[in-house]
């Protein structure tokens, strides 16, 4: 439950830092099926530990929140996790909002370590259909369970430090569902070409297989390794690389936006995003 906690407040917060906004509090909503729940002093535990530790990789306060118990809206073995946050943004910046993105801007992908708690539900169909479930060993000797779990990066500091670093970002898109489709956000009539894509974890590359999808499918439906998209002028690609680097993250300058009909190509797996289903309004 730990990873699950910190997997909860770190899609809270790679969602707040797209703005140029710094976490400052973070308040917690478990709801359970019944108040039994934490009567598990290992599970309890691991919650919160789990969600306090997200926190301090975020660098910001854990505001309290509330414990509801439900029942009869959730099974008395189930815990429902969510949250919210406060952020501000620097004095002397503005929101990053894509007004000033344009043609000729850079585009780094920042990796991601697997699933990012998206794409769980397809994650949890495939498993049900194998026959050792979550126990299926991976070519890595990880089971799939194992994988599953392995938690979120938290993007919050990258975006503390390239702030410091004076760096300009002309949009940031927190590559969650719908996958790389993710990547063409801004409301302008802007293409967006990728000519190198990061490694696809393992995880990934085993529930593509097991789901049958072909390369649009699975780039519309998991982050396929890129977990945070920064855009940047012309040149500044590198610095981000290198701040990245230094916080142990692996980033790549991956593309650049230019002027043309609104979509995305991913030349690396033959794959172009157009028409309505780059229409994502109100969706995650």
Known sequence: FGDVAYDTVAAILNDLCCVGALPLVVNAYFATGASEWYRESERAAALLEGWRRACDDAGCAWGGGESPSLPGLLDERDIELAGAAVGVVPEGRSPILGENLRAGDEIVLVASSGLHANGASLARLLAGRLPDGYATVLGSGATLGEALLEPSVMYAPLIRALIRAGVELTYVSHVTGHGLLKLMRPAKPLTYRIERLPEVPEVLGFL???????????????????????????????????????????????????????????????????GAELELSGQA
């Open 208 to 274: 593509v297989a097991q789901a049958g999808l072909d390369a649009h499918g699975a780039h519309s439906t998991f982050n396929m390794g890129a977990g945070y998209a920064l855009y940047c002028r012309a040149g500044a690609g590198g610095e981000i690389v290198r701040v990245a680097e230094g916080l142990g993250l692996t980033a790549l300058v991956a593309g650049s936006v230019e002027d043309g009909p609104r979509q995305v190509i991913l030349e690396p797996v033959d794959v172009r995003f157009t």
